[in-house]
């Protein structure tokens, strides 16, 4: 997978959750409470645990890598990730995933 952007994580947050390991897995749920693979969380709280582990991966503590991520603005966590590059669609060239293409015949 491309990315568009380049970030403080390098990676994007589907990276991310492709890489986590058990460990990290059990540090989201005692740092926030939440396991990352039920989806009984919000798209923000997830966006912090990623933060939270890529830090943790960085060489901070559990507890300096959580009150680091806390004091970040939802706009920084978001930020931290490369965005995925869009899938272009030769079917339909007018959209802006297909913009630029040829439609298949």
Known sequence: MTTST??????????????????????IERAFGFDVYTGDH???AETRAFVFVH??????????????????SFKETRDYFDKPEPELDPDNPETESGKDSEPSE
């Open 42 to 44: 919000s798209i923000v």
């Open 55 to 72: 830090k943790k991966r960085e060489g901070m503590t559990d507890a300096d890598a959580k009150k680091s991520v806390l004091e970040m």
């Open 6 to 27: 380049s970030s403080k994580a390098g990676i994007t947050q589907a990276e991310m959750l492709q890489s986590l390991t058990g460990y990290e897995e059990i540090a």
